[in-house]
């Protein structure tokens, strides 16, 4: 699986949107971008994935760059409730089951 | 429909001691993997079984094994525990083993602690 790097920690104002930023650079072509976050002594959820076209879904958008060297995760209006670790994992669809979680960003949303 | 349940929540061994937990996968799920969270390595991941075979093994000793059952539920046990063993162990379980959506549902964990 291609490594990702993320940003350690960001802060988002409630209902303001959080971009989440993530670098994959070696990403190869069959590997797709998934993203999962963690509410503190919670298990990780999923949120959304995608190949090489945007994907938008309930919880939030994904916007992958032409080259698929980085995408960045939106959540439109965030909340408290959003505050957790997101994680950014790339991995072909082979794997995605055998997932390798890095360090992930920890979002913290304030009032 | 009902998500990953996994029991116990919590539990509390002593070094030496073996432990299994268990995990029940949605309805009609067939994937089941096992993580282990800790504060120094972060999630890693165990290993992963579909249709009662364990397709995939992570980095882990042998003390670490598992198991699925026609039913798909799982079960992994740790024998000699050793204090680093305390972590959250995480199910996870999936529809498939691969495909274009295969996103896992987590549990709620089992947090293990080792004295």
């Known amino acids: 699986d291609a490594k990702t790097t993320q940003p350690t920690s960001m802060d988002c104002a409630e209902g303001r949107a959080a971009n989440l930023p993530c670098n994959h650079s070696t990403i190869s072509g069959n590997e797709y971008v998934y993203w999962y976050r963690q509410i503190h002594s919670q298990g990780p959820q999923y949120i959304i994935h995608?190949?090489?076209n945007n994907e938008t879904n309930e919880m939030a958008s994904l916007i992958i760059t032409e080259d698929r060297k980085s995408s960045t995760l939106i959540l439109p209006h965030a909340t408290l409730r959003d505050t957790a670790v997101y994680y950014c994992i790339a991995c072909s669809t082979g794997t995605a089951s055998k997932l390798t979680f890095g360090t992930g960003t920890r979002l913290q949303v304030t009032l | 429909k009902a998500g990953v349940t996994q029991t116990p929540r919590y539990l509390i061994k002593t070094r030496g001691q073996q432990v299994t937990l268990s995990c029940s996968p949605i309805?009609?799920?067939?994937?089941v993997s096992w993580y282990q969270q800790t504060p120094g390595q972060g999630l890693q991941f165990l290993f992963e079984?579909?249709?009662?075979?364990?397709?995939n093994k992570g980095n882990f000793p042998g003390r670490f094994s598992g198991r699925q059952f026609s039913n798909s539920r799982s079960e992994m046990n740790v024998s000699t525990l050793e204090l680093g063993d305390s972590a959250l162990y995480l199910c996870?379980?999936?529809?498939?083993?691969?495909?274009?959506?295969?996103?896992?549902?987590f549990g709620p964990g089992t947090r293990l602690t080792v004295l």
């Open positions: 995608g190949l090489k």
């Open positions: 996870a379980s999936s529809l498939l083993a691969g495909g274009p959506s295969n996103e896992q549902f």
């Open positions: 079984y579909f249709s009662e075979t364990q397709r």
């Open positions: 309805s009609g799920h067939r994937s």
